[in-house]
Nanobody, 119 residues
Framework: QLQLVESGGGLVQPGGSLRLSCAAP????????IGWFRQTPGKEREGVSC????????NYADSVKGRFTISRDNVKNTVYLQMNSLKPDDTAVYYCAADYYCSDRPLHWGQGTQVTVSS
């Protein structure tokens, strides 16, 4: 069972930046598309971004376009979500997830990392 581990969350002021990482210790992510999702209490889970297996294709939610960038480093076996110009509305638990293609219901999930944007 593929296990994903997110890191890099924390507290940041509005306008600040964070970089989230998604790793899979003991497994290779080379064959998986990786998506980032977020959820806040009382709201539906939202797909934020996804990167294809090759890394050639990416997609973003309209709410984060131009501010977030997804990338992957297959040497480091890690996928990143660079988040710039953060807003309070970006506050959520962020999850990475893996499947063979970008999906809104991927097979494998991490435990999540909290991102809080507040002054």
């Amino acid at each position: 069972q593929l296990q994903l581990v997110e890191s890099g969350g924390g507290l940041v002021q509005p306008g600040g930046s964070l970089r989230l990482s998604c790793a899979a210790p003991g497994y290779t992510l080379d064959y998986y598309a990786i998506g980032w999702f977020r959820q806040t209490p009382g709201k539906e889970r939202e797909g934020v971004s996804c990167i294809s297996v090759s890394g050639d294709n990416t997609n973003y939610a309209d709410s984060v376009k131009g501010r977030f960038t997804i990338s992957r480093d297959n040497v480091k076996n890690t996928v990143y979500l660079q988040m710039n110009s953060l807003k309070p509305d970006d506050t959520a638990v962020y999850y990475c997830a893996a499947d063979y293609y970008c999906s809104d219901r991927p097979l494998h999930w991490g435990q999540g990392t909290q991102v809080t944007v507040s002054s």
